[in-house]
Structure formats: C-alpha cells, structure tokens
DNA sequence: GATTCGAAAG
DNA sequence: CTTTCGAATC
C-alpha cells in the first residue's frame, strides 16, 4: 500500500497537476492539505473517476481545508479532534485504511513567533498528540502525515545558523516535534535517509527554488512497528517544477 | 495594407491570443483597446519581435488603454483629443501610416442611460468628431476604427425590438453615430455586407457567445476615397472561440 | 510570489 | 462571466 501526502495550496489551482501526479504516483491513500475550498467545491467526481471513490473531506474558504481520498475504504473516519473543544481551522482529517490509522495534518504556520498564532500553533500540537492515544496505541499501526510547519532537524534546513531561533526552526517547535515523535513515532523519510539535505517546500519568492532555500516540513511519522513494514520513502520534487506549482511536493511510502 | 482593430480586453491575460493572431493574420497596422495596463507593462518587446517595431502606446491601469502598432512607421501620432482639456481616460490614439489617417477609439461603453457615464460617451463622441478636422477633411484617407460601443442599426443587434431604447442601441446613441458618419465616413463592413447580422462582440455571461447574442460595435469607418481603396472588410470570428478569449473579435481591413 | 475574497466595472 | 484592485495570509 503506498501512502501519500500533499499539501496543494489551493486544490482549484491545482487540480490538473494533482492528477497527473496521481496518474503517475499511483497512491493508495492521498492526504490533502491547504484545499482553500468549502466541501461543496471538492471535485469528487474528477478524483472519484482517477480511482479515489472514497473521500473524506473537511474543506473551508480561503484558508486550511484537508481531506484523505482512497482507492480502498476509509474506515472510521473523523474530521479534526475528538477531543475537546471543535477546532474551527480545517487541519485534520483521521480514518483507517488496511488497518493503519493515519492522521493527515495541516499543522498551523505559526506566523510570527510571540503572536496567538504561534501559541495556538503549539497548542494544536497538543491536541494531537492527545488525539493519537484516542483507540491507539504505540503499539498500533499509526500514521501521522502531512504539512507539519516544522522543520525539525539541522538537515531539514539550507542553513541551521541562519534558521536558528527563527519560525519553523525554533526550540520551542523543535521541543513540540520531539514530544510527538517520543509517543512512539519515527520520521520515516529521515530514519532512511539520515544525513540527505532533501526539502518538501520552497518559497515562491526570491527563485528560493531554483536556489534549493527549502525546508522539510512535510512528513510521514509513524509507529515503529508500521516504520519497519515501510519499504520506501519518496519525496516527489517533480511537480514542484511545473507551471503553476504548489510550493510544497509530495511524499510517499511504501508499506508491505 | 492590412489594418486591424482589436479590443482585447486586458493585454497581459490576452497577450498570447494577440500574437497568435497577428501570426495569422499579418496585418501591418492595429489599435487596439482595453489593455487595462500601465505603459510600463506594455510589452513592447514580445510585440516588437512579431514584427510591429513602431508602437503608441497611451496605458492605463485597470481600465482603458489603447495602443497603435505598425509594420511601418506612424507618422504625426497623438494620444487622447488635441482639442480641449485632456482626456483622463486613455481611448484615443493617432496617427498616419502610408498615408491614412487612423483613429483608433475605445468609445465609453456609457454604463447606464441617464448617469454621467452616458453623458460622458455622447461627449466624448462629440469631441471625437471635432478632432477629425483637426489637419484633416472628408476628402482625405481618414480611418476611425475601433470599439465604439455602439450597435448601429437593426442587423448590428440580435433582437432589434428587444434592444430598441436600450444601452448600446439607443436613439441618442444613433442619432450621435449618424453624426459621425454625416461628417463623411463610411461603415466599411455594412456597405459590403447590408443584410448580413454577423457580430463581433458576445457577452462573456449567458453563454452568449454559442447563442450568438451579440452586438456589432466594432467598426472600421473610412472617408469615402478610403472606402473606394478596401478589398476586404473580415470580422475575425475565431478567437471568441478559444480558451480565454477577449469578448470582442478582432475586425480587419485591406486597402489597396 | 501566490492564493483567497469582495467590490467595481463591463 | 471576466477582469482589476487591495487587503490578508502563508
């Protein structure tokens, strides 16, 4: 089963590109983040006949807006926490695909360091950390996916002088990221790939791409008994070279 | 000679439909209108390469803008009226080539009957005709083309009882068309065609454009020594049928 | 730099 | 329906 994440940045602009890539990847179960359209504008008919038939979507204007689409059934599925209070940003979609639970996040930008922005951006990370003890354990096969806003290690940045104490690269972000991973989660792409400097998203600006200014933010983690089912990790930088790119890319595992 | 008038409604998203077009057609003079840009994002370089090296341009942003283009040199060229106060908005441009006089207009479209917007159009009509005798007379090779947001007579509208009294077919607007033709110029099209009912602008909204519920408001009117030179008059019809077209064709002429 | 939205215009 | 703009966000 190959598992994908993908963060669009605007599932209108981006639809012809996604099934391209989806023609070419063949995913299993696709993660979506930063759809920026209400569900009624979802294109499930079009994904549906690229062989995706079951979604779940939670879209919403403007910003956030995520789904999960599958060639197999989604089973349990739930749009954002259980948890607690109903977050109102569109960041999480949760089902059970062939008995691994994945979680598809769009964790928050944070924006600016010492705004609510960046306090609700930890917050979430609590949230979901709590949310992964809801009818799993570590010793389950779990999944936690998607555009996570953190670049956590020295290897995830151009420059780890430059990015020190800096949004995406903070302690504060990095201890958050540590916390999640020591639930019992392993980066599945680093885990393999311990020294490779390979990001997940450049900037539009400053031809940040063609200069290789990235980071990796977009991850796969999983439970390490899921970890060693995992037979490989791709991060597609393809589509990323295209006309009218998503800033971000995405990535792939393979599970046996 | 072969001379074009084109409202193109934005040049920078119709930028590429233009030079398609100038490839097809080769004509050696154009005006054209509505290239809502700033004259520093004229592209004159793109423009230049197709071969139209001498250029007058009078930008504007948002709204307006309107351009002459030319194989060969423009003589004697003028933006806006030379009579009275200057013109805000950017709807005329002049100048000679090989001899002809030409006028490239985007008459005001006039919005709404009785607001200031129709009674600017009906002005600025009035100080259009003023400036044809500026340097030149009906007995010279005078060329006033261009959208003029005027459906002349019965056949330059789909329903003529549905539009009579109504913007764009209005006796106000046609006594004030008349006046311009009574100076001495000729409808180059309709004199070639008296019966024909063949549009060259559709409404981007209701689908017009596959029902034909369009207006004839683009006109190449010559003097009448002109008018004796024209072997050709031919609405273009085939770029309102691309992918993001302008909702205006593109209307040519060849002088002999 | 790219995206969204709503307003204004045609 | 298409375009432009300015504000907001990332």
Redesign the pocket.
Known sequence: MRVATFNV??L??RQQILLDWLEEAQPDVVCLQEL??KDEKFPAKAIAEAGYEHQVVWGQ???NGVAMISKTPIENSHTGFRVGPKDKQARLVQGTVNGVRILGCYA??G?KLSTD?FAYKLTWYARLMRELSVGTTNADDVLVCGDMNIAHTANDVKNPNESAGRLHYHPLEHDTFNRLLAWGLVDAYRSRNPKSKDFTWWD???DAFNRDMGLRIDYMLATESLNKRITDVTQWKGPRALE?PSDHIPVTIDIA
């Open positions: 940045n605007s209108r602009v920026k359209m204007a403007t910003y928050p930008n924006t922005k539009y600006r400053m009218k």
